[in-house]
């Protein structure tokens, strides 16, 4: 590990700096404020691979449709996907839910406090254990995401593409070292933010509040340019593309669908019709969807069908 001295006094000016940008400018989500263990895991798996932007729409229209843990554990499939809509990575969604059965069936209904415990759910990671520990329980934890390596990395480290270049050891040794204890939920809500708004891949270093503490400010300044982490694979045509259409078509249908007009609809030759169908029963085999007897639809058969079927 590459051994970087922190001292006491740079500390406190870093926390300073960056919790004074946070009083002025940070979003008031509902999350941050509520302690609730359940808003804080919603909260942490909708942020996965998911734009700041984009999380706060797709949290509320999740807590609405399941205001607790106990109305997810209920949810059937179809709903759960439909309320997701096109937030993408739908197993997020349906390991939600499976998380919320685990809490219903071994933790009376609730969140357990216990880090462990949570890691064991599905879909939770470190960083939503912590996101649930320093807003839902108000417990200091370090929540570590893309943009909190970001500004650590820069920061600390000098690093231009930290998430390439610094060990995430050192990254996780930085966090901790950086909590301010008692004060979790807003710092980590700093570093996020601040990652998200000015320390961005291109940063704005020239308004920067930490820009006189900052290890790779001179690189920058001098024209480094942080090279993209991976390079996007082609959209147009891709199985991720017709994934997404084949769930779209899927939600927006009343009920169930004729298989063989549901893919022709969606395709309009011979090999497209093969993707669909591939793409159809891989989809059903990760349990979002169904075909059976002719017919398919979202998330698991209607009880007819599966009778019709035995
Ligand atoms: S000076 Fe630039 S690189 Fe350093 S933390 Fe600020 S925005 Fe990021």
């Given at each position: 590990?590459?051994?970087?001295?922190?001292?006491?006094?740079?500390?406190?000016?870093?926390?300073?700096?960056?919790?004074?940008?946070?009083?002025?400018?940070?979003?008031?989500?509902?999350?941050?404020?509520?302690?609730?263990?359940?808003?804080?895991?919603?909260?942490?798996?909708?942020?996965?691979?998911?734009?700041?932007?984009?999380?706060?729409?797709?949290?509320?229209?999740?807590?609405?449709?399941f205001p607790d843990i106990e109305a997810l554990?209920?949810?059937?499939?179809?709903?759960?996907?439909?309320?997701?809509?096109?937030?993408?990575?739908?197993?997020?969604?349906?390991?939600?839910?499976?998380?919320?059965?685990?809490?219903?069936?071994?933790?009376?209904?609730?969140?357990?406090?216990?880090?462990?415990?949570?890691?064991?759910?599905?879909?939770?990671?470190?960083?939503?254990?912590?996101?649930?520990?320093?807003?839902?329980?108000?417990?200091?934890?370090?929540?570590?995401?893309?943009?909190?390596?970001?500004?650590?990395?820069?920061?600390?480290?000098?690093?231009v593409q930290p998430a390439a270049e610094t060990?995430?050891?050192?990254?996780?040794a930085t966090a901790a070292r950086l909590l301010?204890?008692?004060?979790?939920?807003?710092?980590?809500?700093?570093?996020?933010?601040?990652?998200?708004?000015?320390?961005?891949?291109?940063?704005?270093?020239?308004?920067?509040?930490?820009?006189?503490?900052?290890?790779?400010?001179?690189?920058?300044?001098?024209?480094?340019?942080?090279?993209?982490?991976?390079?996007?694979?082609?959209?147009?045509?891709?199985?991720?593309?017709?994934?997404?259409?084949?769930?779209?078509?899927?939600?927006?249908?009343?009920?169930?669908?004729?298989?063989?007009?549901?893919?022709?609809?969606?395709?309009?030759?011979?090999?497209?019709?093969?993707?669909?169908?591939?793409?159809?029963?891989?989809?059903?085999?990760?349990?979002?969807?169904?075909?059976?007897?002719?017919?398919?639809?979202?998330?698991?058969?209607?009880?007819?069908?599966?009778?019709?079927?035995?």
């Amino acid at each position: 590990m590459t051994s970087v001295t922190l001292a006491p006094s740079r500390v406190a000016a870093i926390r300073r700096a960056l919790l004074g940008w946070y009083e002025a400018h940070g979003e008031a989500f509902p999350w941050r404020h509520a302690r609730s263990p359940y808003w804080a895991l919603v909260a942490g798996v909708c942020s996965q691979q998911t734009q700041m932007s984009r999380v706060l729409p797709l949290w509320q229209r999740w807590v609405e449709a399941f205001p607790d843990i106990e109305a997810l554990a209920r949810a059937d499939t179809a709903t759960v996907l439909r309320v997701w809509e096109r937030a993408g990575y739908p197993r997020r969604a349906l390991a939600l839910r499976e998380a919320a059965r685990i809490c219903v069936a071994l933790h009376g209904g609730a969140l357990p406090r216990d880090p462990q415990a949570l890691l064991a759910l599905p879909g939770v990671g470190p960083f939503t254990t912590a996101i649930v520990q320093c807003f839902g329980f108000e417990d200091s934890a370090s929540a570590v995401d893309t943009n909190v390596i970001r500004v650590l990395g820069r920061l600390v480290y000098g690093d231009v593409q930290p998430a390439a270049e610094t060990p995430h050891a050192d990254i996780d040794a930085t966090a901790a070292r950086l909590l301010p204890h008692g004060n979790a939920g807003p710092w980590n809500a700093t570093l996020m933010e601040y990652g998200a708004k000015v320390c961005t891949p291109r940063p704005h270093c020239q308004a920067c509040v930490v820009h006189r503490l900052c290890a790779a400010r001179p690189r920058f300044e001098a024209g480094a340019v942080a090279a993209p982490i991976r390079a996007q694979g082609r959209f147009a045509g891709s199985d991720r593309q017709w994934r997404g259409r084949i769930m779209r078509a899927l939600r927006d249908a009343d009920g169930p669908l004729r298989t063989p007009a549901f893919v022709r609809a969606l395709a309009s030759d011979e090999a497209e019709r093969a993707t669909v169908r591939r793409l159809l029963a891989a989809l059903c085999a990760e349990g979002f969807a169904w075909s059976r007897s002719g017919r398919c639809g979202l998330g698991d058969p209607p009880s007819a069908i599966i009778s019709c079927d035995a």
